[in-house]
């Protein structure tokens, strides 16, 4: 089978996904230096040419747009992230409608900009097969306010078994990252109806799952060559307060937002051996383990010291290396 990414989300408020594109800017950057030593020549590397199929969840599915459906190289992506995207979607909070309303349409003029500088047109669809750059194929996930024990919502830049939603690519970016706390939910029109989102956060996380059975029905091969999960950071054990001082919602919610669950099952599953060679594992997950706890989406500092010390733990190196010859060579 063929290379895929996982790339999600993580935080209470979906805050650090910064983290993620900078540990994928490592892997990118080891990647390119190992085949120019290879070939001897420079190389232009971009995540659409390394991986096949990439996933996301709110700014993960962000950076999964930019990155699989736009074919931004990382570096750009950052970028985006940084200047145009984070401080709209982690500025203050509205204190009125009239505020939440001019927050959402600020949020959604940037990402229709960003779709025309990078896709040619603020209007390309998901599935629109003309764009300048190139691309891979991408996935994001959204739920509906009024199913959210329903299967998630994917949002996808190709046909698959099962029908999903096409619409244009600011309003996938939209809908994965709906939050009710800071904008006016989204509407899709579709059937002569509007199809309400809100963002990813209530469970859906870690699309990891989705993704494994993505890429066996799109790839029906025999065996998976790569499977790179990347994360936004561990948000610390979740523990009931002592005392009558806990808060049930909130830590509910910490609950629904957790990646950690997901992520470590699907590991204990490849170190089983599923569908693949004894002893050839496929799986790795990258994702800082202390510090993101308090960090905010504008902490850029804070951010990019940890994920720096992270990258900078010998058996992160090692296995950003072990992700680097399974991309490259694969068996």
């Not at 009024?146 to 600011?170: G, Q």
């Not at 090692?318 to 399974?326: D, L, M």
Request: hydrophobic share 35%; with cysteine.
């Amino acid at each position: 089978m063929k290379n895929t990414i996982n790339n999600h989300d993580f935080s209470e408020a979906g805050d650090t996904g910064l983290s993620t594109l900078l540990i994928l800017q490592q892997l990118m950057e080891t990647m390119t230096f190992e085949l120019q030593c290879d070939v001897g020549i420079e190389v232009d590397l971009h995540p659409s040419d390394v991986f096949d199929l990439i996933g996301g969840s709110g700014t993960g599915g962000i950076a999964a747009i930019l990155i699989g459906r736009l074919g931004l190289s990382v570096s750009e992506a950052i970028d985006v992230y940084k200047n145009e995207l984070a401080p709209l979607l982690f500025g203050p909070f509205p204190t009125s409608k009239d505020e939440k309303q001019a927050a959402t349409l600020a949020l959604e003029a940037t990402m229709q900009k960003i779709v025309a500088e990078f896709g040619g047109s603020g209007d390309l669809r998901l599935r629109e097969p003309t764009s300048p750059r190139r691309s891979c194929k991408t996935f994001v996930l959204a739920l509906t306010p009024h199913y959210l024990n329903d299967p998630v919502d994917l949002l996808r830049t190709y046909h698959a078994r099962i029908p999903s939603l096409d619409m244009m690519i600011w309003q996938a970016m939209r809908a994965t990252t709906s939050n009710r706390n800071r904008f006016l939910d989204v509407e899709i029109n579709y059937s002569h109806c509007g199809v309400p989102y809100v963002g990813a956060d209530y469970g859906r996380c870690n699309p990891i799952k989705v993704l494994l059975d993505e890429a066996h029905h799109l790839f029906r091969g025999p065996k998976i060559a790569s499977v790179t999960c990347v994360g936004a950071g561990h948000g610390g054990i979740i523990a009931l307060p002592s005392g009558s001082d806990d808060n049930p919602s909130e830590i509910m919610f910490r609950m629904a937002r957790d990646c950690e669950r997901d992520a470590m099952e699907i590991s204990n599953r490849f170190d089983e051996g599923e569908k693949n060679e004894p002893g050839y594992n496929p799986y790795a997950r990258l994702s800082v383990e202390q510090g993101m706890q308090t960090a905010g989406g504008l902490d850029y500092l804070v951010i990019e010291r940890h994920t720096e010390a992270y990258l900078a733990f010998p058996f992160i190196s090692k296995r950003i290396e072990a992700i680097v010859g399974r991309l490259t060579k694969p068996r």
